[in-house]
């Protein structure tokens, strides 16, 4: 498994994992997350070009961040996948205007 920048082809993916997940998110959230996912800086943990999980940073400046969406498909729960994001999310420092603008 190996954690990635996501981007646009990854969208689909990460709508899928969150539907399976209806005890987290309902559709008012997917909504939400649908458009997050184009603005958020997104990171999937990939394996063989299967997501398994992901996860969204929103910048609120040079300093502040917060995860806004996060899930793992529940086949691959309790592996790691998820501590894994999180952790590489940390490792990455990217500049402002990077977050905001790819």
Avoid at 2 to 13: P, Q, S, T
Avoid at 15 to 25: D, K, N, V
Avoid at 45 to 57: N, S
Avoid at 76 to 84: K, M, T, V, Y
């Amino acid at each position: 498994m190996e954690i990635l920048r996501g981007d646009k082809k990854h969208i689909a993916a990460c709508l899928s994992i969150a539907r399976g997940l209806p005890q987290y998110f309902n559709e008012r959230g997917i909504a939400m997350m649908t458009e997050d996912l184009k603005k958020h800086r997104l990171y999937v943990a990939v394996d063989f070009d299967e997501v398994l999980g992901f996860l969204t940073i929103m910048y609120k400046n040079e300093q502040v961040a917060e995860i806004s969406w996060m899930a793992v498909k529940p086949e691959h729960q309790r592996r790691g996948i998820g501590s894994a994001l999180i952790d590489h999310s940390q490792r990455v420092k990217v500049r402002r205007d990077q977050a905001f603008g790819g």
